[in-house]
């Protein structure tokens, strides 16, 4: 064990500092679930991917069902669930910092099997909470990302 | 069979909000030199090395294990990084203990290292928000990152989904959570922020992400801490009593977290603790453990690895709590060391320091801290979204 000195010890060098960067772009493929976000940007429709043997029906989708080993189809859902579980977040990390408070959710939309989690924009009268019903709303401008929609209490 | 693993020395340097004047591999070499000396070994005889360090960002330096093997003059030997979010430091013990139980060696070093504080964000100018962007990359980039999550909210979306569920925790138990650590603290000479603070303080502290405030935060801290394991036939040339490690219990929970069957549970520590009880032969958790180090991240962290253990049945937790079972004074002390709430968590060494502190209590070399009597003790490192990852222990006394 290390015999902790009372005081904070002074440091033994005069710290010398230089601000730095790391960067990395990229061109990211979506690979198999590319259906799901240009439905999201051409269409403005949520897909989730549902399993011919177990009927289990993924949303965020998955091409290949991870309890049967099966492909996955993709099918039509609508804009409609259920909040599961849900956060208001005050302090956020650099680049959503300027848009606290915002909700963070999973909600479990009407016929899938799984959480997605997105945002919720609130009115004035509706709390954040379990149970709550929401619906999904598409921004006019679409990239093809999460960032495309969010919901509102019905 | 597995070979009886032992902890024959533990070193740490204090955890600090930042060590400006030391480099990351500066700060492993004086845990790895300080646990050495306490296991009365050289570096020479180390015979492999496990490191936890956490993120290549935070650290500004992919790899840095390689570089932090140099360092400790380990050259040649073999030796090998684990990262797994903020169970790093427990699957790096996890790492060296196979690679004794099974035979490989007999003397492993095991060190967790982490810097994060150099990451620092000029326009805000803080660390903070830089520090949760460092992790937030560790979120499914795809579906979640994107939408504002922080790693706050990925231990408050369980938490609410519990509060659903069972009522429970409330905000009050949780509080006192946070005034327990923060006052188990004092006792620790390595623990970055030791506070005398009420209920009330935590109750009224700044809103961070619903149902946390400031003080149900753990702290993100720098630091490192180094164990080292040895084989049975090493622990019998010891001249003093050595911690024994008798069980392990390892799980991995899903990370795609909307996959989950329920939400409301930490499914990881579930399992992790049904395999550590099985291999420890421990049926009474609450009764046969003398205290816990566990993954207090945010105080319903704590809460819900008392139920998730067995201390207590699903949605009680926050009776423990309230009846002062896990207070020092209690029959089952959770986190002696101050957790990483009050001892911080330097997310790579965390693990590590945990197990170093279950191993002093059991040798009853604790100092003003020491669980009176202390025999048996469970540790826990928790990790990834949503707490995927749980790596858990069992240290026993000779």
């Known amino acids: 064990m290390m015999a902790r000195k009372k005081k904070e010890p002074r440091p033994d060098v005069v710290p010398f500092e230089i601000p730095d960067r790391i960067e990395m772009n990229y061109r990211y493929s979506y690979g198999g679930i590319s259906p799901f976000f240009r439905a999201i940007k051409e269409e403005a429709k949520l897909l989730g991917s549902r399993c011919a043997r177990c009927k289990k029906t993924y949303l965020p989708p998955r091409i290949n069902c991870s309890q049967c080993y099966r492909p996955t189809k993709w099918v039509p859902l609508g804009n409609e669930g259920t909040v599961i579980t849900c956060t208001t977040v005050y302090y956020a990390t650099s680049r959503f910092f300027s848009k606290t408070p915002f909700v963070c959710a999973y909600i479990r939309v009407d016929g899938a099997d799984t959480l997605l989690l997105q945002n919720i924009i609130l009115d004035e009268v509706t709390q954040a909470r379990p149970g709550i019903r929401v619906r999904a709303l598409f921004r006019p401008e679409r990239k093809g990302e999460m960032a495309d929609f969010y919901f509102v209490p019905v | ?398």
């Open chain 2, 1 to 398: 069979m597995a070979r009886r693993v032992a902890i024959l020395g533990y070193g740490t340097t204090p955890f600090r909000a930042r060590w400006i004047d030391k480099s990351y591999y500066e700060l492993a070499f004086d845990a790895a030199k300080a646990a050495l000396k306490d296991a009365g070994l050289s570096h020479d005889q180390i015979e492999s090395a496990v490191y936890g360090i956490y993120n290549d960002l935070f650290q500004r330096q992919f790899m840095p294990d390689v570089y932090v093997h140099d360092y400790l003059g380990l050259g040649l030997k073999p030796s090998l990084r684990v990262t797994t979010g903020g169970a790093t430091g427990g699957a790096a013990v996890h790492t060296g203990f196979a690679q004794i139980a099974s035979g490989l060696y007999d003397i492993v070093l095991v060190l967790g290292v982490e810097k994060c504080s150099d990451a620092f964000n000029p326009e805000l100018k803080s660390s903070t928000p830089e520090v949760l962007k460092g992790i937030i990359y560790s979120a499914d980039m795809t579906f979640e990152a994107p939408l504002g999550l922080t790693p706050a909210a990925s231990y408050a979306l369980p938490t609410v989904a519990h509060m659903e569920k069972y009522g429970s925790p409330t905000e009050l138990q949780m509080a006192k959570v946070s005034v327990k650590n923060h006052k188990n603290a004092f006792k620790n000479p390595f623990a970055q922020r030791p506070e005398r603070i009420t209920v009330e303080d935590v109750l009224r502290s700044k809103k961070i992400c619903h149902p946390f405030k400031f003080y149900d935060n753990c702290l993100y801290s720098e630091g490192a801490s180094a164990l080292v394991l040895v084989s049975e036939k090493i622990a019998k040339k010891a001249k003093r009593p050595v911690a024994w490690i008798t069980g392990v219990g390892a799980s991995t929970d899903m990370a795609f977290t909307g996959n989950r069957p329920d939400y409301a549970e930490f499914g990881s520590s579930i399992a992790a603790g049904k395999a550590v009880y099985k291999m420890a032969k421990i049926r009474n958790p609450r009764k046969e453990l003398d205290f816990a180090e566990l993954h207090d991240a945010f105080t319903s962290a704590e809460i819900l690895s008392y139920e998730a253990f067995g201390f207590c049945k699903p949605g009680e937790g926050g009776t423990l709590i309230d009846d002062g079972v896990t207070e020092m004074e209690g029959d089952l002390p959770v986190n002696p060391s101050g957790g990483l709430i009050g001892c911080g968590h330097a997310v790579g060494a965390t693990g590590v320091m945990q197990m170093g502190e279950a191993a002093l209590q059991v040798t009853h070399r604790a100092g003003k801290r020491q669980v009176k009597g202390a025999k048996r003790g469970l540790v826990q490192g928790i990790g990834g979204p949503a707490t995927s990852w749980t790596f858990a222990f069992i240290v026993e006394g000779e």
